[in-house]
Every structure is written in C-alpha cells, then in structure tokens.
C-alpha cells in the first residue's frame, strides 16, 4: 500500500492537545464535494467525496479520542475525574455527539467502498458496534437501524456518576475509536487505490 502516508504516531494523548495533532499528509486538491447530507444521501461514485470523509475522519477522531482522554490525564488543577466531568460535561456531550457522526461517516465511506469492491466493511463496522453495544448503551448511546443515537440526560447522568464508563471508548490496544480509526485506514487502502476487489479482509494489520 505505496499510495498510504503515515501520520504521526500519537502516545501521549492525556498531555497532547488537539493543536497539537497534525497530519503529516500532503494536502491533495478535492475537487467538487456535495453537501454532506447529498453526498450521504445520494453518494457521486465518481467524486472525491469518500476520499474527504475518509481524511476528515482520521484527524478529527484522533482529536476527540486525545479530549477524551483528559479525564484520566493529569489536571493542573488537580481534579479528580468526576469533578473533570462536572466541570466539563457540556464539552464531553459535544465530543460525544462528535463521534457519533463521525462513525456515521465511516460507515457511510465503508458501504461505498462495499459497493464498488465487493468488500464487507460495513459489516465489520456494525459487529464492532455490536461488541461494544452494552459499553454504549451504558453511557446512553443506542444503536438502532444502522444508526447510533445518543441521549444526552443519560450520558450525562452516566458519565457523572462513574467517569469511568468513557473508558472503552479509548483505550489505546483495544478500545473503540482505535478500532474505528484502524477500520479508516483499511478504507483508505481503496479510497487511494491500493486495495484490490475481491481480497480478503486482514484486520489484523
């Protein structure tokens, strides 16, 4: 997979800001883009649309799984994590709203790509989402008609009670937004011209 530029690895995520995650991509030209709510709807098969949310997704997820982080980092006020969340819970609602549409736009690159290569991501995606369905669900987050959902009074009521709970979502080995940002790099092995139709899925690489 020539085609694929690595970008900075990220290890520090309780003490790296999101100023701080750079891409050390070339910037490509993208010609026309729809609308994001065209482009989901009535995808261009022909456009740059996959190729945008694919690069999108990779630098915004890895921002919000470093704010995420912060609620286990050290504090410079010296804050224990439910007074992180209390103090913090509007910014976490939206970080977690964030990264639900973001996996919204994995999974619409990932039927795309299904589509046009004859690969299953799609699938792959939703049993993540349904390996980690009880974790979500205990932070208030459904997952009903392909679709996640968030109710925001339950989050909130979760995650004051035990800040512990957000846990899942980033753990570095295993934890969920690694799966998903492992799945964007897969993705992009299409997206960018380096996967092959009919190839079997390794998602141990």
Do not use: V, W
């Given at each position: 997979?020539?085609?694929?530029?690595?970008?900075?690895?990220?290890?520090?995520?309780?003490?790296?800001?999101?100023?701080?995650?750079?891409?050390?991509?070339?910037q490509g030209v993208i010609g026309h883009v729809q609308a994001k709510s065209n482009a989901h709807n009535s995808p261009d098969r022909s456009s740059n649309n996959q190729h945008f949310i694919i690069d999108y997704f990779y630098e915004h997820v890895h921002n919000v799984k470093a704010s995420f982080s912060r609620v286990y980092g050290p504090d410079d006020d010296g804050q224990t994590p439910k007074q992180y969340v209390r103090s913090h819970l509007p910014e976490l609602v939206h970080l977690m709203e964030s990264l639900i549409e973001d996996t919204h736009d994995l999974m619409d690159a990932s039927k795309d790509t299904d589509t046009r290569y004859g690969t299953h991501y799609f699938f792959w995606i939703?049993?993540?989402?349904?390996?980690?369905?009880?974790?979500?669900?205990?932070?208030?987050?459904?997952?009903?008609?392909?679709?996640l959902k968030l109710i925001p009074y339950l989050f909130r009521k979760a995650i004051l009670e035990e800040p512990q709970r957000l846990r899942f979502l980033f753990d570095n080995d295993d934890g969920f937004i690694a799966a998903l940002l492992h799945f964007n790099t897969k993705l992009k092995s299409f997206s960018y011209g380096s996967g092959t139709s009919g190839n079997i899925i390794d998602l141990t690489t």
């Open positions: 997979m020539s085609n694929i530029t690595k970008t900075n690895a990220i290890k520090q995520y309780t003490t790296t800001g999101p100023s701080q995650i750079k891409s050390t991509r070339n939703e049993a993540l989402i349904h390996d980690h369905e009880k974790a979500l669900s205990d932070i208030g987050c459904t997952f009903e008609k392909k679709r």
